[in-house]
């Protein structure tokens, strides 16, 4: 099993800027893509941002040059860097990652971003 803590979720005003991360652990041989999903009410989950192994990046258009996702491979953790905010961002933002022992999709707990105008 692969557990995934998330951080860095918080209220902050439009214009601002947060970076959430999510360390992974447990059986976390030969980690696939990890991502960010959110997913705001009323509203299907959506994917945000997502990493492969190799370090190639898809970012959703809504967030195109004001999110940007890392990795840090050592630390098994992924970033998601969030600029210029929108009071449509405000939702609850998932860490997802692909692999593991058993090899399947994996989510994080969730972690609230509230953009206030």
């Known amino acids: 099993q692969v557990q995934l803590v998330e951080s860095g979720g918080g209220l902050v005003q439009a214009g601002g800027s947060l970076r959430l991360s999510c360390a992974a652990s447990?059986?976390?041989?030969?980690?696939?893509?990890m991502g960010w999903y959110r997913q705001a009410p009323g509203n299907q989950r959506e994917l945000v941002a997502r990493i492969t192994n190799g370090g190639v990046t898809n970012h959703a258009d809504s967030v195109k040059g004001r999110f940007t996702i890392s990795r840090d491979p050592a630390k098994n953790t992924v970033y998601l860097q969030m600029n210029s905010l929108k009071s449509e961002d405000t939702a609850v933002y998932y860490c997802?990652?692909?692999?593991?022992?058993?090899?399947?999709?994996?989510w994080g707990q969730g972690t609230q971003v509230t953009v206030s105008s």
């Open positions: 997802n990652v692909f692999g593991g022992v058993p090899v399947r999709n994996y």
């Open positions: 447990g059986t976390i041989l030969m980690l696939n893509h």
